[in-house]
Structure formats: structure tokens, C-alpha cells
């Protein structure tokens, strides 16, 4: 398994139990110096496989060494969310297209070179709605690159509190 935007390696807590092994995972958070959520992942799991650096660089650098991610049957990731969040007012979401929207073509990217058989994404369902001048383009692009690369897609709404968490997040 590689898990992209590993935060403190939610992902990664939950699939290992179930037999998934991580080969590789990436977080950076490029507005702080500290690293507290790569702190925090090492901390539970110092076995080497957490690259603390900007994920561009890192697709850059896969396109010129197939090796720079191992192979994987399994690619994981909740991808930055604060174009879409309803942090944001709708009109000031960039979705796909803002500081960190963009980061869904470095998982592209990484997709397209290693091929993994399954790929699981997450994020907040503002992404169904953005951006806000074009109502779901962005999810639309999202589905239509996966179903290019060969992916059978499905998707859905999972709100936490069905789940024992106490908040209502979708």
C-alpha cells in the first residue's frame, strides 16, 4: 500500500489490520516548518517508509525513475481539502484549480506511472459541488481521468456519525 497525504497515517492504522502492508507513504504540509503530522507518523511507525517532502517534487522525479515509488496494489490518500471545504464560501473555493486542488494531478500522475490495482480517495463532499461556477466539474474531471486510466469507479457520501464519531462530517 502507498498512502498519499498521510496526515498521522489514519489510512494506514486502519488497513494494516486487515493485512495491507505500507511500502511507502508521503506527507508534507508546505506552509510550516515544523512538521507535526510527519512527527506524529513517525513516531508510530519509524520503519522508514514516510517521505517528508513536497509530492510535485516527488512526481518529478517518478517520471525519470520509475523506482522513486515502489509498486503497490494499493494507493490510499485524503488529499488536501481546503479548496473545497466549507471553510471556504463557495466562491472563494477554487476546487481543482486552487493552491491545493491541484494536488489531485500529482495523484494522477502517480496512478498513471505505477498502476496500482485499487485506488481509495477521500475527501469533504463539497468536492460533488465544485467549483462553484460550474457545479461538480471538478468531481467530474476527478471520475473521467480515473475511467480513462481503466478504473471502475465507485463512490459515495459517508457520514462519520453513522460510525460512532461525534460529528456530523461527510
Known amino acids: 500500500m502507498v498512502e498519499l497525504f498521510a496526515g498521522v497515517g489514519g489510512f494506514r492504522a486502519a488497513l494494516e489490520p486487515l493485512g495491507w502492508q505500507?511500502?511507502?507513504a508521503n506527507q508534507w504540509e508546505p506552509?510550516?516548518?515544523t512538521q507535526h503530522a510527519a512527527e506524529c507518523y513517525r513516531r508510530h511507525w519509524n520503519d522508514g517508509s514516510l517521505?517528508?517532502?513536497d509530492i510535485n517534487s516527488v512526481v518529478d522525479r517518478l517520471e525519470r525513475d520509475s523506482d522513486a515509488i515502489p509498486e503497490h496494489d494499493l494507493l490510499v490518500g485524503g488529499?488536501?481539502?481546503q479548496d473545497y471545504s466549507v471553510a471556504k464560501t463557495l466562491n472563494q473555493a477554487h476546487?481543482?484549480?486552487g493552491k491545493k486542488g491541484v494536488l489531485w494531478w500529482a495523484i494522477y500522475r502517480i496512478i498513471e506511472a505505477k498502476q496500482p490495482k485499487l485506488v481509495f480517495l477521500e475527501n469533504v463532499d463539497r468536492l460533488l459541488k465544485?467549483?462553484?461556477s460550474q457545479r461538480g466539474r471538478?468531481?467530474?474531471i476527478i471520475l473521467a481521468c480515473l475511467s480513462d486510466l481503466g478504473y471502475l469507479v465507485e463512490w459515495r457520501v459517508v457520514n462519520a456519525?453513522?460510525?460512532g464519531f461525534p460529528q456530523r462530517r461527510r
Request: proline share 8%; glycine share 4%; hydrophobic share 40%.
Open 130 to 132: 465544485s467549483p462553484a
Open 79 to 81: 488529499f488536501p481539502c
Open 95 to 97: 476546487g481543482i484549480e
Open 22 to 24: 505500507t511500502v511507502w
Open 161 to 163: 456519525a453513522n460510525y
Open 31 to 33: 506552509s510550516t516548518k
Open 138 to 140: 471538478d468531481f467530474a
Open 51 to 53: 517521505l517528508n517532502e
